[in-house]
Every structure is written in structure tokens, then in C-alpha cells.
């Protein structure tokens, strides 16, 4: 029965979405959204849902939040920015980009440091302290939020100096994982949403304490004022949308962006 019920209630919190969407459509249109990479397979997933309820199509262009930022300042044509941070949305509605009370926090994400070797990554990260790897991967800490809360862990760890030598940088967290998946790094600190989108990627990790990095809130803001892209921020909010968005590792949030 407890099954059941649930599946009613999603039931209906999906109806509720498509009712409030269809309501309002009334021509299809296509929403270009800039996505920070980490982000990719859930937004893949609400892109997709977005667009069989709704009718309306979606455009996602991934990259790392510092690279898409300055594109939007520089006249990129997108509907909304789905970012890594708070920074760069608040920015741009400081800088009278952004349409104004858009602003809200999608997510929270978390970083674990993850190898494809099943026996190299412990549950506490002491392989940090240790000479089992000649390279460790993360993302460039001046673009990437994931990549400033890895420094942030190894400071804490006291490893930081040691370790920086042996740091390979991607420009995002999605270049940063391909260096872990295909070899180049032996380990690496990535998205816990990453891992969980690649349920066979298998190996060993470790989920560092929440306490030990700045919390990674990952705010969205709407740049053009559309209806369809006013349609796709109500959806992400849903029920439906934030049911998504747990599924890939995310922590909720009720913040309002302020």
C-alpha cells in the first residue's frame, strides 16, 4: 500500500506540473540553458521531461560556471544559467543581467574523491597521505566551485602543499572526471552526482565531511523573460523537477536564492 501511495502522489505531482504547463502554452518555442557541467545528466533528465509535458524544446549548452559567465556578459544568446555557485548568478543580477527575483538555488552539491581502482581510495582519504598515486585530478579551483571545495578538503586534511605539485586541473568538473575515468589521473575529486549518473562506474571513494568545504549552493537565474523559459524554471521547482534532481545525489534545499 505504501508503494502504491507513493506512486499516486508522484503521479500527481507530475499531473500538477504538465496541468500548469499546458495552461500556459500556447505556442512551442526552444530554451537555450548554459548548465554547469556537473549538472549535465540531471539536466539531460528535466530537459526531457520538460519537453514532453510542456511541448517546448530545450537547447543545453554545458561548461564550466567561470567560462559561462563571462559569455553571458559578453552577449551570449541564452534563456536562462543554470550555475555551480551563488556568486555568478548574484553577480549578474547585480550587474542588471539577470531578471530581477529569478534567482533561486537548485541544488547542493558534493564532492567525493573517487579512482576507478576498487583498492586505492579508503572510506577515511588517508591514500592523500600516501605515495600510491603519481597524479591527482581536480577542477581548476578559479572556475569551478567543485574544484575550489577540493582545495579546500586538502587544506583542511593538511595535505594542500604536498599535494599541489601532483594536481592535474581540468577546466570542469566534466573534464576533470574524464581524466579520472580514462587513467590519465589515478584519482581524482568529482561530483558525487557524476558517480551516481554512472551507476557501473564501479572503483572506490570516499565522501569527505560537508563540514570540511564551503557548501557548494547551485543557483539558477533567468536572463531572457519568456514564457517558455518562465515554464522551464517552474518545472525545475516542481515536485517532479526537484524529485530529479534528488535522484542524481543533490541535496535539497527550500532556499529562495536570497
Keep these: 500500500m505504501l508503494l502504491l501511495s507513493g506512486f499516486l502522489n508522484k503521479s500527481r505531482y507530475l499531473l500538477l506540473a504538465c496541468s500548469v504547463l499546458l495552461a500556459t502554452n500556447a505556442t512551442a518555442a526552444e530554451v537555450r540553458i548554459a548548465v554547469a557541467s556537473n549538472f549535465t545528466a540531471a539536466m539531460q533528465q528535466l530537459a526531457e521531461q ?12 554545458f561548461g564550466s560556471t567561470g567560462k559561462h559567465y563571462a559569455q553571458i ?19 549578474l543580477e ?5 531578471v530581477v527575483n529569478s534567482r533561486f538555488t537548485y541544488a547542493v552539491g558534493k564532492v567525493v574523491l573517487w579512482s576507478p581502482d576498487a583498492s586505492l581510495v579508503d572510506e577515511e582519504g588517508k591514500v592523500l597521505q600516501s605515495e600510491r598515486f603519481h597524479y591527482l585530478a581536480m577542477a581548476n579551483p578559479k572556475l ?7 582545495q579546500q578538503i586538502m587544506e583542511q586534511a593538511g595535505v594542500w602543499p604536498g599535494l599541489r605539485s601532483r ?3 581540468g577546466e570542469n568538473i566534466g573534464q576533470t572526471f574524464q581524466f579520472v575515468r580514462s587513467g590519465n589521473a589515478q584519482l581524482g575529486f568529482v561530483a558525487y552526482s557524476q558517480l551516481k549518473s554512472l551507476p557501473d562506474a ?10 570540511s568545504y564551503t557548501p557548494i549552493r547551485q543557483q539558477a537565474v533567468l536572463l531572457k523573460d519568456t ?10 521547482q516542481s515536485p517532479a523537477g526537484a524529485e530529479i534532481i534528488a535522484r542524481y545525489g543533490y541535496d535539497s534545499t527550500t532556499d529562495n536564492g536570497q
Aim: hydrophobic fraction near 45%; charged fraction near 15%; glycine fraction near 10%.
Design 94 to 98: 547585480q550587474e542588471g543581467i539577470a
Design 202 to 211: 564501479g572503483g572506490s571513494l570516499w565522501l569527505p565531511d560537508l563540514n
Design 73 to 91: 556578459k559578453h552577449g551570449a544568446p541564452f534563456d536562462a544559467f543554470f550555475a555551480a555557485d551563488v556568486k555568478r548568478p548574484q553577480l
Design 144 to 150: 569551478a566551485p567543485y574544484g575550489r571545495a577540493a
Design 50 to 61: 520538460f519537453s514532453a509535458v510542456s511541448g517546448h524544446s530545450t537547447k543545453l549548452i
Design 167 to 169: 594536481t592535474v586541473r
Design 227 to 236: 514564457p517558455a523559459a518562465q515554464q522551464f524554471m517552474q518545472f525545475v
